[in-house]
């Protein structure tokens, strides 16, 4: 399984980016995939992930500005990040699980949020 992930980058506070990351391999129709960010020295933390059923689970400090989303058929999942804070600076993990077949990582973008 590889992870693709693309769309980070420099943003000033209150603007809006979005990230994508494809999968590719063997992937299963059954499978959770999520966004997880690390800040500096900080330990990873949830953003948001969304299931292959479209069940969505937000972190609370996310809510009401970031919006996941998914394209099964592409393998493809988004993350659309409004209102943006410098706090939400951090590479940004793009994260495909299988349960016990497996739990994928792609390689992280990095978000700046700064004036």
């Known amino acids: 399984v590889q992870l693709q992930a693309s769309g980070g980058g420099l943003v000033q506070p209150g603007g809006s980016l979005r990230l994508s990351c494809a999968a590719s391999?063997?992937?299963?129709?059954?499978?959770?995939m999520g966004w997880y960010r690390q800040a500096p020295g900080k330990q990873r933390e949830l953003v948001a992930t969304?299931?292959?059923?479209?069940?969505?689970n937000y972190a609370d400090s996310v809510k009401g500005r970031f919006v996941i989303s998914r394209d099964n058929a592409k393998n493809t999942v988004y993350l659309q990040m409004n209102s943006l804070k410098p706090e939400d600076t951090a590479v940004y993990y793009c994260?495909?699980?299988?349960?016990?077949?497996?739990?994928?990582w792609g390689k992280g973008t990095q978000v700046t949020v700064s004036s």
């Open positions: 994260n495909l699980n299988r349960g016990l077949s497996g739990n994928y």
């Open positions: 391999g063997s992937i299963f129709s059954t499978n959770v």
């Open positions: 969304i299931t292959s059923g479209f069940r969505i």
